[in-house]
């Protein structure tokens, strides 16, 4: 056999491995671009500090962005999440303002935090029916905190619902709802605090819930 149709075949191997691999989401095809909507539910990332000394939490309600499910590859979906920094609100206006200072997050120079999907991995479908598509899975990509870009991984449990009459009540397109948990290293992002508050009064690592509620409609 000549170098040519090798490497042809090799192609079709290589192909043939990536399709196999490809988890489905469900029935639906195509890609869905997935915008955040109020209309669907409030999207919000609750934080939680724990330390020694102190522990408290706190949460954004201004999260945008959208995403890309790759609907026949799901592990090649993508996109991009953000809030501004000044968006995050502990219930205490001192702390806010220290948050939001140079020592810590630096709002002025640095005001949004991102999550930039870049794959979904360990993909587990749990339920698949005329109604909708639920499974778990792994967000891989980077997450930008004072404009320090580190590689993340979030866990996930994502429930697709599809478009019905009753779903229409709330938007149109299909409805889709998102829980992701992860943690973030402060000293990761060259958050250093003053003194040594962190470790002592804020947790080393911050650790985040968030729920993001989005739809197909454009």
């Not at 004072?146 to 991984?153: E, F, L, Q, S, V």
């Not at 889709?176 to 948990?181: G, H, S, T």
């Amino acid at each position: 056999m000549t170098m040519k149709p090798l490497i042809i075949l090799a192609g079709i191997i290589m192909l043939m491995s990536s399709s196999a691999y490809a988890t489905q989401l469900g029935n639906v095809k195509g890609k869905k671009i997935v915008t955040l909507q109020n209309s669907v539910g409030t999207s919000i990332a609750k934080f939680n500090s724990n330390s020694p000394l102190e522990k408290f939490d706190g949460n954004s309600q201004s999260l945008q962005g959208s995403f890309t499910l790759n609907a026949d590859n799901l592990e090649q979906s993508i996109g991009k999440i953000s809030f501004p920094v000044r968006s995050m609100k502990t219930g205490l206006s001192k702390r806010d303002d220290h948050m939001y200072g140079k020592d810590w997050l630096d709002a002025q120079n640095h005001p949004n935090i991102e999550f930039e999907l870049k794959r979904l991995s360990s993909i587990s479908i749990k339920k698949s029916d005329n109604t909708g598509i639920e499974f778990s899975a792994i967000a891989e990509g980077m997450c930008s905190v004072k404009g320090i870009a580190k590689p993340a991984k979030a866990k996930l449990f994502v429930k697709y619902v599809l478009e019905s009459e009753t779903t229409r009540k709330r938007s149109p397109g299909d409805l889709v709802m998102i829980d992701a948990d992860f943690s973030v290293s402060l000293k990761d992002y060259n958050v250093l605090g003053r003194g040594d508050i962190i470790g002592s009064k804020v947790g080393e690592s911050i650790d985040l819930d968030i729920k993001l509620f989005g739809s197909t409609s454009n």
